[in-house]
């Protein structure tokens, strides 16, 4: 995974075929944000970081956590790139075609625990998605009560800087949906919830809790 490479950072392959979200997210939709934005995020970061070989071996985890280690003069620049890197995997990660398997008791269980039904939980979480202003995400983390959250960041903001653990994100930058949805924000949101593969959802709950 990218998340555990450090400079160089290169560009992972998606996991499925970019046609495969088709019609909620498109081919085009896909291939443009896969290959051109996240590919500009990444050649950005390290462009950045060619320069500061003190960073070289830090994963975007690291260097996400501990951005005020970073120099003034290149820190926002590292935020904004590291995050755009690491908010597009988890993405990527996160929306693939449900397949048959295992059963997400877990992350369902803690879902039921902190919403009361998984109906309360989509309803604010669609809620919170719609009331973003501009461009970001909207995460469910883990937080420091080993607690579930929704959580808003603007821009290419990551929860890492907060010392939260993110299980998955919605992408509201316009290049996310625009293609398919124009202006239809919300209409986009409806229907990112059909493609939250909820096995990937329980690898990353579990994983947490591993560490």
Known sequence: MLNK??????????????????????EMTMKLHHDKHLKAYIDKLNDILKDYPEFHG???EKILS??????????????NNAGGVLNHIIY?????PNKVGKEPINI???IINKYSNMNRFLTEFKIKSNQMF??????????????????????????YELNLYPLFLIDLWEHAYYLDYNNRRDEYINNFIKII??????????KYFDY
């Open 58 to 60: 830090w994963t975007l």
């Open 197 to 206: 593969n909820m096995e990937k959802l329980e690898e990353r709950y579990l």
């Open 92 to 96: 990527f990660n996160i929306i693939n």
């Open 108 to 110: 369902t269980k803690a």
């Open 134 to 159: 501009g461009s970001g995400y909207v995460f469910l983390v883990i937080n420091k009560n080993n607690e579930l959250d929704l959580i808003s960041t603007p821009n290419q903001n990551s929860v």
């Open 5 to 26: 490479q450090h400079y160089p950072f290169s560009l992972p392959d998606l996991e499925y075929p970019y046609n495969s979200l088709e019609p909620i997210i498109s």
């Open 66 to 79: 501990n951005l005020y280690t970073f120099p003034e003069n290149i820190r926002i620049n590292v935020r």
